[in-house]
Structures are given as C-alpha cells and as structure tokens.
Nanobody, 123 residues
C-alpha cells in the first residue's frame, strides 16, 4: 500500500501561481511513476502530467498546461510536486496525485490516489 497526502490547493487569481505537493508513505516512493490528474465539476477526471520512476527523466504534460505547469519529484523526501504558473480559470478543479507502475495518461494505470485538494482560479 501507498498512502498519498496532498497539500497546497487554494484560491488564486488568474495569472497567479500555486504549488501542489504530494507526500507518499508506505512503500519505496522512487519505484513509482507519479501522476497528477484533475476533475472539474461536471467533467470527467483528466490527465495533467506524469513523471517516471527513479530519476524522473521522462515527463509528459497535457497540451493545455505545457509551458505553465512543471512536475518534479524529490525521492529523498518521498514527494512529488506540481508547480502551476500563469493559472487560468479553466484550471479550476480538484487535483489528484497518483502512483502507478507505468508512465501512462490513463487513470486506470494508477493504483494509489490522494484525496484531491481544490484549486480555484478566479477571473
């Protein structure tokens, strides 16, 4: 089992920044691919970014966040981050971190999930 605890959500104006953190416990964090997903009201959960296991040398983003969001991991701290800059109202959603075995965009590829902090971007 892997437990994921997120922090860093909140309310921000358009153009602002937030950093989400996701702390893992339970198993060897570096062995897991880490992903971020989000779900807006009335919409399906969607992929945001993933970072590969160990060195994290493989990173992928959905097109709408490229150049604005940065995913990173610190294996010594068992934590993955999502730095979100130039936020837009359409980024408003509940954000979830997830841990899995394979670097995929599909939510079904991830076995463990955090609780999902709310991110609200006002216009």
């Amino acid at each position: 089992q892997v437990q994921l605890v997120e922090s860093g959500g909140g309310l921000v104006q358009a153009g602002g920044s937030l950093r989400l953190s996701c702390a893992a416990s339970g198993r060897t964090f570096s062995n897991y691919v880490m992903g971020w997903f989000r779900q807006a009201p009335g919409k399906e959960r969607e992929f945001v970014a993933f970072i590969s296991r160990w060195s994290g040398n493989i990173i992928y983003y959905r097109d709408s966040v490229k150049g604005r969001f940065t995913i990173s991991r610190d294996n010594a701290k068992n934590t993955v981050y999502l730095q979100m800059n130039s936020l837009k109202p359409e980024d408003t959603a509940v954000y979830y971190c997830a841990a899995g075995a394979w670097p995929r965009q599909s939510a079904t590829s991830y076995d463990y999930w955090g609780q999902g902090p709310q991110v609200t971007v006002s216009s």
